[in-house]
């Protein structure tokens, strides 16, 4: 655990020291100021780690945990071989989401609360069958409330995603150097177009998990050997990503990339 935390005040850290600081161009100027690199970096380590996380979780349970099949899902990886790398990411993701600033205190406010339910799906530990996977560390004790808990840490985590993606991304903002009111330009509606997919896809996976746990999990156990949750988490998660990474302009770059988002 102390290595995770050292871990994570690091890569934090690094965000906002010898950021990638780039050289004057022919005008003088430096192409952008190093604090909108900051944000922009921020940003794009929020959607890899969002991008990630299933990779890492799925092959490392395999390679190093004895588990040749899919969990039920991205939450059940906590009861596995890699229940740190679980916990240290979404910590890592809550560290980014605490420390983002947005251009008004709504992006603000979607920071906090991100950060408090990811925290709360980190250290709350989804419920299990201990008979679903023999490869799962079986607890020695499981409270139903801390199950409900974490369910509703994720529902609503996912849902915070699902607004950044639909409200807050899209919108037109001030330029973070000059103060200046933004029009929309190409880059910006194409990079628009993005955060409607991934907030689309996203809520219309989040739509279908709920679906599945209320109405069809227990009347159809055998849609269970095709891990539905994990494989709805999974699309989820890559929107987030993609979404952010957008909003980092990895994608869809503006022209004039020392202006802000």
């Known amino acids: 655990f102390q290595n995770t935390y050292l871990t994570l005040v690091i890569?934090?850290?690094?965000?906002?020291?010898?950021?990638?600081?780039?050289?004057?161009?022919?005008?003088?100027?430096?192409?952008?100021?190093?604090?909108?690199?900051s944000y922009y970096t921020m940003r794009r380590a929020i959607g890899?780690?969002?991008?990630?996380?299933?990779?890492?979780?799925?092959?490392?349970?395999s390679l190093f945990g004895g588990c040749k099949e899919v969990q039920y899902s991205i939450s059940t990886y906590y009861h596995s071989n890699m229940r740190n790398i679980?916990?240290?990411?979404?910590?890592?993701?809550?560290?980014?989401?605490?420390?983002?600033?947005?251009h008004d205190w709504r992006d603000n406010l979607a920071g906090y609360l991100g950060c408090i339910f990811v925290l709360g799906v980190a250290f709350l530990p989804c419920s299990i069958d201990p008979s679903y996977n023999?490869?799962?560390?079986?607890?020695?004790?499981?409270?139903?409330?801390?199950g409900k808990l974490h369910n509703l840490s994720a529902l609503l985590y996912f849902i915070i995603l699902i607004v950044y993606a639909l409200f807050l991304f899209p919108k037109t903002h001030m330029d973070m150097v000059s103060g200046e009111k933004k029009?929309?330009?190409?880059?910006?509606?194409?990079?628009?177009?993005?955060?409607?997919?991934?907030?689309?896809?996203?809520?219309g996976a989040l739509l279908l998990i709920i679906t599945y746990v209320a109405f069809l999990e227990n009347p159809y156990p055998a849609l269970k050997r095709l891990d539905p949750v994990f494989w709805l988490e999974v699309v989820v998660l890559l929107?987030?990503?993609?979404?952010w990474l957008t909003k980092g302009q990895l994608f869809f770059r503006d022209d004039n990339y020392k202006k802000g988002p």
Request: hydrophobic content about 45%; glycine content about 10%; proline content about 6%.
């Open 48 to 61: 890899v780690l969002g991008i990630t996380l299933p990779l890492i979780l799925v092959a490392g349970s």
């Open 183 to 203: 029009f929309m330009g190409r880059q910006k509606r194409k990079r628009n177009v993005v955060y409607y997919i991934c907030g689309g896809l996203m809520s």
């Open 11 to 37: 890569v934090h850290l690094k965000l906002y020291i010898n950021t990638s600081i780039e050289a004057p161009n022919n005008s003088g100027f430096m192409d952008k100021p190093p604090e909108i690199i």
């Open 134 to 146: 023999a490869c799962l560390i079986q607890p020695s004790e499981q409270n139903p409330m801390v």
């Open 86 to 102: 679980f916990v240290g990411y979404n910590c890592a993701v809550a560290l980014f989401l605490f420390a983002y600033r947005g």
């Open 239 to 243: 929107s987030f990503g993609i979404s």
